[in-house]
């Protein structure tokens, strides 16, 4: 079995009821930081464009974007709260890596969680699958790669 396929394993077999409570309470914390962040981003102009975005370009209403009442298709609900909590500059800082968690892992897990109707722990597992994943493939990365790197989303706040 490849290292890849070890961790894909991993991530799939992973249930709530095996998520130690901190663990839950720091995905908690993480979503209710969130949705603060992305409710203010989502007034912004790069919040409001993604949003119109995200309508426009039509498709099967699926999910919600945050600060607006229009249902779009997961992916374009993704993106635009992604757009939208990143826009402030309040979201979460990873300290060692200097990227940002929640707006790839929470707007994904939040999208694809209300398309699939998935109940709260499941949707929590998401996110700290997620962030595990991305703090993994940090991890794996090469400091001198990772600090020059185009494939995160690194802070501007160093």
Same mark, same amino acid.
């Given at each position: 079995? $490849?290292?890849? !396929? ?11 009821? &095996? /998520?130690?409570? +901190?663990? @839950? =309470?720091?995905? %908690? $914390? /993480? ?11 989502? %007034?912004?102009?790069?919040?409001? @464009?993604?949003?119109?975005f995200a309508a426009e370009t039509g498709g099967v209403a699926e999910a919600s974007m945050i600060g607006d009442r229009r249902r779009v298709p997961?992916?374009?609900? #993704?993106? #635009? +709260?992604? @757009?939208?909590?990143?826009?402030? =500059?309040?979201?979460?800082? &990873? ?18 969680? !209300?398309? !699939?109707? #998935? +109940? ?11 962030? !595990? ?7 794996? $990365?090469?400091? =001198? ?14």
């Amino acid at each position: 079995m $490849t290292i890849s !396929e070890r961790l894909a394993d991993h991530f799939v077999g992973l249930r709530a009821g &095996d /998520l130690p409570p +901190n663990l @839950i =309470e720091d995905a %908690q $914390t /993480l979503v209710l930081d969130y949705v603060g962040v992305g409710l203010a981003g989502s %007034q912004t102009d790069s919040g409001r @464009i993604a949003a119109r975005f995200a309508a426009e370009t039509g498709g099967v209403a699926e999910a919600s974007m945050i600060g607006d009442r229009r249902r779009v298709p997961a992916v374009h609900a #993704a993106f #635009a +709260n992604a @757009i939208a909590s990143h826009s402030v =500059e309040l979201d979460d800082v &990873d300290v060692l890596a200097l990227f940002h968690f929640s707006p790839p892992v929470v707007s994904s897990a939040l999208a694809v969680a !209300e398309r !699939e109707q #998935a +109940n709260g722990g499941d949707f929590l597992v998401a996110v700290v699958a997620g962030c !595990e994943m991305m703090a993994r493939a940090s991890a794996a $990365t090469p400091s =001198e790669t990772a600090s020059t790197s185009q494939c995160w989303l690194r802070s501007r706040r160093t």
